[in-house]
């Protein structure tokens, strides 16, 4: 079974600022990892993945994320935030299937 | 080239009645996954159904819950005799191909049910 925790519901950052986003999740195979992002009275967008091969994944709108087993972490960042990153982020593991686990899910605001 | 869609987007529900969910997957998709969100929890896998098919509901309450894709027409996610525990966003996801897992879920909006 696998399971993903998001520290942190809510993250407030100023325009320009680093975002960092907190996942860690627990598997007991090599997981396949996921960030998606809603933003209001929308679906959920994916915003990048890690399946195999190279640690650092980059996603769409700026976003990176890297994948470090040894402390089982997923942390979503971005260098220098943007008003209209404000939303609600996601993420989610699966192993073999297509059975997604996901976090609780962290609301970003970003102030001017 | 329309995303997922389901409808309603707000559903409120006295007790004891029932609500039906409805998701409309991407074009030429054929699989179709149905996960709820509880408040202040992550969303969580129900059930996976091809054309016709139930994959899985191993995710489902075995009581009041069905789920249905048909041959024709939208997805159903169908919740009878409903309880205030049912409160929550359920969101539909499809996929174009087999339900792997490198195959990328496109998600709807959501429907949020209120029971009151």
């Known amino acids: 079974a696998q399971s993903v925790t998001q520290l942190g519901s809510h993250v407030s950052v100023s325009e320009g600022a680093l975002v960092l986003l907190r996942c860690n999740y627990s598997?007991?195979?090599?997981?396949?990892l996921f960030w998606y992002v809603q933003y209001p009275n929308q679906g959920l967008q994916l915003l990048l993945k890690y399946t195999t091969g190279a640690t650092l994944v980059k996603g769409i709108n700026g976003f990176e994320a890297e994948f470090k087993k040894s402390e089982t972490s997923f942390h979503l960042t971005k260098p220098s935030a943007h008003m209209s990153d404000a939303a609600e982020y996601f993420c989610?593991?699966?192993?073999?299937?297509?059975?997604?686990?996901f976090g609780a899910g962290t609301t970003v605001t970003v102030r001017a | 080239n329309a995303g997922v869609m389901q409808n309603p987007r707000h559903l409120v529900r006295r007790r004891g009645q029932e609500a039906r969910l409805r998701c409309s997957p991407m074009k030429g998709h054929s699989h179709v996954y149905w996960y709820r969100q509880l408040p202040e929890e992550g969303l969580k896998f129900m059930v996976y159904l091809q054309k016709e098919n139930i994959i899985d509901e191993s995710g489902m309450p075995k009581e009041r819950f069905s789920a249905e894709f048909p041959k024709e027409g939208p997805s159903i996610l169908r919740i009878q005799q409903v309880v205030r525990g049912d409160s929550a966003a359920y969101f539909c996801a499809s996929s174009s191909t087999s339900g792997s897992s490198y195959n990328e879920q496109f998600f709807g909006p959501g429907t949020r049910l209120t029971v009151l």
């Open positions: 598997s007991s195979v090599p997981p396949y």
């Open positions: 989610a593991v699966n192993t073999n299937d297509y059975k997604l686990s």
